[in-house]
T-cell receptor, first 112, second 117 residues
Framework: KQEVTQIPAALSVPEGENLVLNCSFT??????LQWFRQDPGKGLTSLLL?????REQTSGRLNASLDKSSGRSTLYIAASQPGDSATYLC???????????FGTGTRLQVTL | GAGVSQTPSNKVTEKGKYVELRCDPI?????LYWYRQSLGQGPEFLIY????????DSGLPNDRFFAVRPEGSVSTLKIQRTERGDSAVYLC???????????????FGAGSRLTVL
């Protein structure tokens, strides 16, 4: 059974800092990995999708890497801003891959 | 529509009652998913539709839960004899592609928060 773990569970940083969020998964036979952002009371917004053949994806200040062999992905956020405050979730397809298995998320707070 | 729309946004009901939650996916999206998110947890898969048929319902917790998508667009999640443990946010998502196209980016709705008293 695929298990997805995210560390840390919560993180508070001052504005301007670079930071790394971690995601690990137990079954490395994945097709892709997605990072999502969730704001309080809102749905999830897809940030980055990394295919299994890729090692990283970049979008603006966000960079996600994938190391299938070690079962790890990282989300790097450069020059953090208060607007980045949210919960960040990673997810991998499982089984038929129509279903995603999510981690429990990292709750990020960027302070002024 | 422009996004995935879910109604109601909030539903409070009493234990034992019947509840329906509605999802209106993005127009043209053939794939539709229901997830359930408990407080402090990541979303958990419930059911996946490809068109009108439930391609994977392995995440439905028991036979009190049922979902339909009769015309391949709007979907309704139905919960019978609700229990306090059913309290959660129910999220719907849709996408254009099957997962094996390599582009299974999901668009999520804002969710329906269900509270069972």
């Amino acid at each position: 059974k695929q298990e997805v773990t995210q560390i840390p569970a919560a993180l508070s940083v001052p504005e301007g800092e670079n930071l790394v969020l971690n995601c690990s998964f137990t079954d490395s036979a994945i097709y892709n990995l997605q990072w999502f952002r969730q704001d309080p009371g809102k749905g999830l917004t897809s940030l980055l999708l990394i295919q299994s053949s890729q090692r990283e994806q970049t979008s603006g200040r966000l960079n996600a890497s994938l190391d299938k062999s070690s079962g790890r992905s990282t989300l790097y956020i450069a020059a953090s801003q208060p607007g980045d405050s949210a919960t960040y979730l990673c997810a991998v397809p499982t089984g038929t891959a129509s279903k995603l298995t999510f981690g429990t998320g990292t709750r990020l707070q960027v302070t002024l | 529509g422009a996004g995935v729309s879910q109604t109601p946004s909030n539903k409070v009901t009493e234990k034992g009652k019947y509840v329906e939650l509605r999802c209106d996916p993005i127009s043209g999206h053939t794939a539709l998913y229901w997830y359930r998110q408990s407080l402090g947890q990541g979303p958990e898969f419930l059911i996946y539709f490809q068109g009108t048929g439930a391609a994977d319902d392995s995440g439905l917790p028991n036979d009190r839960f049922f979902a339909v998508r009769p015309e391949g667009s709007v979907s309704t999640l139905k919960i019978q004899r609700t229990e306090r443990g059913d309290s959660a946010v129910y999220l719907c998502a849709s996408s254009t592609d099957r997962w094996d196209s390599g582009a299974n980016v999901l668009t999520f709705g804002a969710g329906s928060r269900l509270t069972v008293l």
